[in-house]
């Protein structure tokens, strides 16, 4: 079984819906992300968390929020979906030393129409 | 955290050595230097990561001039599975795991 589990791994939806991706691992790592990437970029951070009470912004938060519900669990919400949010979506973790060696998960493809 | 330059992509043969570049010009002194690929759509995977000294492991070999303005990541035999994009990231040491990727290098190893 994957490190890092991520589901949906897709996921077609119309604009205005509400989505939810879910993201679980077992490393056992403290520090979880998200990013998304769309078609020829890099991945861009959305947000961030160090543990279960602590949640950051990244680049790019706007339309988006989330929720660390454990310390394996880190969810990505879409509260009203566009049509620009679809992408490819990666969860990742890390430990907390400072090596800062991320973990990804396989990706969450999102398609908004 | 300092921004990267790479070349958008590159070509390699298959056997020989992949060599990347990395301009980081206004890298600080605690910032290291971090290497990731990504084979098509997967999930990036962490390849090495160095301050100052040259690093290696059984992936690859990183090589970080002395003044630290640049870095090259060498994959000695490459291989058509190594064909993937290279991002090149400096991360300030106490900054967690929270890495901002640039858009890397497309490597193609061709037969």
Known sequence: DADVTQTPRN????????????????????????YRQDPGLGLRLIYYSFDVKDINKGEIS??????RQAQAKFSLSLESAIPNQTALYFCATSGSGEVGELFFGEGSRLTVL | DAKTTQPPSM?????????????????SGNEYVYWYRQIHSQGPQ???HGLKNNETNEMASLIIT??????TLILPHATLRDTAVYYC???AYNQGGKLIFGQGTELSVKP
Request: hydrophobic share 25%.
């Open chain 1, 11 to 34: 996921r077609i939806t119309k604009t205005g819906k509400r989505i939810m991706l879910e993201c679980s691992q077992t490393k056992g790592h403290d520090r979880m992300y998200w």
């Open chain 1, 62 to 67: 706007d339309g988006y929020s989330v929720s």
């Open chain 2, 11 to 27: 070509d390699c043969a298959e056997g020989r050595a992949a060599n990347l570049p990395c301009n980081h010009s206004t890298i």
């Open chain 2, 46 to 48: 962490y390849i090495i």
């Open chain 2, 66 to 71: 002395e003044d630290r303005k640049s870095s």
């Open chain 2, 89 to 91: 990231i400096v991360r």
